[in-house]
């Protein structure tokens, strides 16, 4: 079985800071990854993912995160962040054998002027 | 651009009662799934539909949950005796291929029982 462990609950940080929001998973199979957002009152937006090549993916706004294996791991960056930034941050895995996402628990990311 | 729309928006029923709630996934996707979220905790999947069956399902997922999709359009969940601990955000996704491809999620459904 899989799971999503994202241990930062709530991340405070002033704008134009960096920001790392950490997500380790667990799978005995190749997965693949994924990094929604959560802006208030919205649905879940698709932020990046990662299906295979390089481990090092961007999104049009800025974030980037990195597919690392030995670490299991997919923590998302951004070298400075804006206000606009602030909602809540969801890591996702899913396997080729299933059809459903696995969820971490979300990260606040609340961005301080 | 195409959106997952869900309605309504914040749904209140008493205990026992059924509820419908309701998604109108992209036009052109084929695959069709429900999460729900509890207060504070993980987003978690429901079913995943496609070809007019169940293709996956979660233990959460029991015999009072169904789905259906009654025309070309909606996709449903019916929840037929409600309990309390169904109160959560039920959100409808949905996506064009299996795999890797990316699940478009609506705006959600707040239900609440009483």
């Known amino acids: 079985a899989q799971s999503v462990t994202q241990l930062d609950s709530q991340v405070p940080v002033f704008e134009e800071a960096p920001v790392e929001l950490r997500c380790n998973y667990s799978?005995?199979?190749?997965?693949?990854l994924f990094w929604y957002v959560q802006y208030p009152n919205q649905g879940l937006q698709l932020l990046l993912k990662?299906?295979?090549?390089?481990?090092l993916v961007e999104s049009i706004n800025g974030f980037e995160a990195e597919f690392n294996k030995s670490q299991t791991s997919f923590h998302l960056r951004k070298p400075s962040v804006h206000i606009s930034d602030t909602a809540e941050y969801f890591c996702?895995?899913?396997?080729?054998?299933?059809?459903?996402?696995?969820f971490g628990s979300g990260t606040r990311l609340l961005v301080r002027p | 651009e195409p959106e997952v729309t869900q309605t309504p928006s914040h749904q209140v029923t008493q205990m026992g009662q059924e509820v419908i709630l309701r998604c109108v996934p992209i036009?052109?996707?084929?695959?069709f799934y429900w999460y729900r979220q509890i207060l504070g905790q993980k987003v978690e999947f429901l079913v995943s539909?496609?070809?007019?069956?169940?293709?996956?399902k979660s233990e959460i997922f029991d015999d009072q949950f169904s789905v259906e999709r009654p025309d070309g359009s909606n996709f449903t969940l019916k929840i037929r005796s409600t309990k309390l601990e169904d109160s959560a955000m039920y959100f409808c996704?949905?996506?064009?291929?299996?795999?890797?491809?990316?699940?478009?999620f609506g705006p959600g459904t707040r239900l609440t029982v009483l």
């Open positions: 996704a949905s996506s064009d291929l299996a795999g890797g491809n990316e699940q478009f």
């Open positions: 799978s005995s199979v190749s997965v693949y």
């Open positions: 990662y299906l295979s090549g390089s481990t």
């Open positions: 996702a895995v899913k396997t080729d054998s299933s059809y459903k996402l696995i």
């Open positions: 036009s052109n996707h084929l695959y």
């Open positions: 539909f496609y070809n007019n069956e169940i293709s996956e």
